[in-house]
């Protein structure tokens, strides 16, 4: 008995099809995304070329456009279609998409809950880890980017995901209408504060569940991993980045690139403790300095130096991902 293919596995092979999202590499590297319709055609400044070029054709064809200029035609790989998808909020990038996957053992099955979902790129990187069986309850506290995000993993599965639920408020006021207390394997946050949102993180977990916080700045990590060690039904927290440098190749012409991914967020996990389960003590001595106050004011995007997303791009996007107010 052949089992039924998980959500988004048809559009991912088998002939170009109407409707399916195709990147386009030129002679020189650059890419162009389009999506296949009838009747359409793809123009640059140097030729152009029918779509029905492609459709029916196998991944990998090569079209030549009017001009004679090849273009190589391939469906777009996750990461690709993260770093193009319309947005409003920045994305979660791969290489910290990956990260997160990967360090917080987002398993098969899996229950999740994520809060800051953007534009719904790590939500697409999630999905594809619990799979069909597992859930993945995203909270956003923004409607419209809410709806940018629906738009955006609806247009990469080609339908609704089975496991997702989007829901939009705050976390801290949410969390518990969505999920049982102390059911939840997995907690990914993704917003200007987490450090508010210990207690409610704690409630929700289940004894040995990971905590991931994606945080942009220094000064983030450092009140994030405080204040876990100080709520005590954490494990010892850990934290790291990851820089991504792409190499040239030419023959024997092999550097590095001029350019890479440098810094984009810091990633810290915590581990859901037993109830009732002091942490262990720690050994090492701070250094000298190292706790000189806290604070307690509100923080806001002005003091980590975000930039505000306009209405009327928010806007536009919605437009783009199908997703348009209703009036």
């Known amino acids: 008995m052949t089992s039924p293919a998980a959500t988004g596995a048809d559009e991912r092979r088998g002939p170009l099809r109407v409707g399916d999202k195709v990147q386009l590499t030129d002679p020189k590297g650059r890419m162009h995304t389009i999506t296949l319709a009838e009747g359409a055609t ?31 035609a391939l469906r777009p790989l996750l990461s690709d279609y993260v770093l193009s998808m319309p947005r409003g909020a920045a994305v979660v990038y791969p290489k910290d998409a990956g990260q997160i996957v990967q360090m917080a053992d987002i398993f098969p099955g899996a229950r999740v809950v994520e809060a800051g979902v953007g534009s719904g790129a790590l939500t697409l990187s999630l999905l594809r880890a619990v799979g069909d069986t597992g859930e993945l309850h995203s909270i956003e506290r ?56 210990v207690d409610a993180v704690a409630r929700t977990l289940a004894p040995g569940g990971v905590l991931v916080c994606y945080v942009a700045t220094a000064t983030q990590l450092s009140r994030t991993a405080e204040d876990l060690r100080a709520d005590g039904r954490f494990a010892e927290p850990t934290a790291w980045e990851s820089m991504v440098r792409g190499w040239h190749l030419e023959g024997l012409a092999v550097r590095p690139q001029h ?36 604070t307690d004011a509100e923080w806001t995007e002005d003091d980590l130096g975000e930039r505000p997303v306009s209405d009327k791009k928010v806007r536009r996007v919605r437009r783009e991902v199908g997703q348009a107010p209703q009036d």
């Not at 996990?269 to 262990?280: E, N």
């Open 42 to 72: 793809f123009h640059t400044h140097k030729g152009y070329f029918r779509h029905e070029d492609l459709i029916g054709r196998p991944e990998g064809w090569v079209v030549t456009n009017t001009a004679g200029i090849e273009y190589l």
């Open 142 to 197: 923004r409607e419209d980017f809410a709806a940018i995000a629906r738009g955006n993993v609806e247009s990469f599965f080609g339908t609704e995901h089975p496991a997702w639920r989007l829901h939009v408020g705050d976390f801290a006021d949410r969390v518990a209408d969505v999920v049982e207390p102390g059911t939840v394997d997995r907690i990914v946050l993704d917003m200007l504060a987490p450090w508010e949102n």
């Open 259 to 294: 350019r890479m991914i440098g810094h984009t967020g810091f990633l810290v996990t915590a581990r859901r403790l037993a109830d009732g389960v002091a942490p262990p003590e720690r050994k090492r001595r701070p250094a000298k300095g190292a706790y000189p106050g806290t």
